[in-house]
């Protein structure tokens, strides 16, 4: 199946998840080559592990990805989905790429970075402390959730209305590749009894 007529791509990301990260920057590697409209959409990771058991290290993650989240939710309530996927990819670019994702990063701080790089207002990145922006995030998340009808995490991809998890790579396909697997992404997701392909990570992650 190759996509030669026009389609909408919604993909749903967490700003501080490396494997949404590189699923955006697949779909636009496609959007640049195929009638693609890529719509990037918040769904927090914070929300979804609100209130569960998890690892240690793994709550650090969550308890710091709530002001990333936070400031993307307030780019879209003021400027709208196309500024709001500005500021991730320019808060992508300065987290994944190059800070290689650390834990130790300040989040304030590269929020306002990423506002500065998308030519977004500074103010915004008192939103990153801003507790009431929590009920946007959860029923931003719930809506999400609620077209795979699971709770997973991000990326959650959807085209023409047809909802999956994933699809997760470990480095982000470019050029003929992109595009074969893009292919083949939307004929498992319009397939109503397909479920589940997974496997371990056969790669090093490669965020670049």
Partial sequence: MTTTTFCRAELFVDP??????????WLAEVERARPIELRVRLLSLAVVNEGRDIDAWYRAFNDAAWAP???MAAVELEAGPAAARRFYEAYGQRFHVELNTADDADRLVTSTLALERAELPASLASAATDTQLDDVLRNWTRSALDQVGLDVGVPITVIDGVAASGPVFSRTPRGPEA????????????????VRLERQRLEPLDLG
């Avoid at 595009?179 to 397909?194: G, P, S, Y």
Wanted: aromatic share 20%.
């Fill in 16 to 25: 501080s998840c490396p494997f949404a990260w590189i699923t955006e920057q």
């Fill in 69 to 71: 989240a936070r400031v």
């Fill in 179 to 194: 595009m074969q697997l893009f292919d083949a992404f939307e004929v498992f997701a319009r397939h109503r009894t397909f």
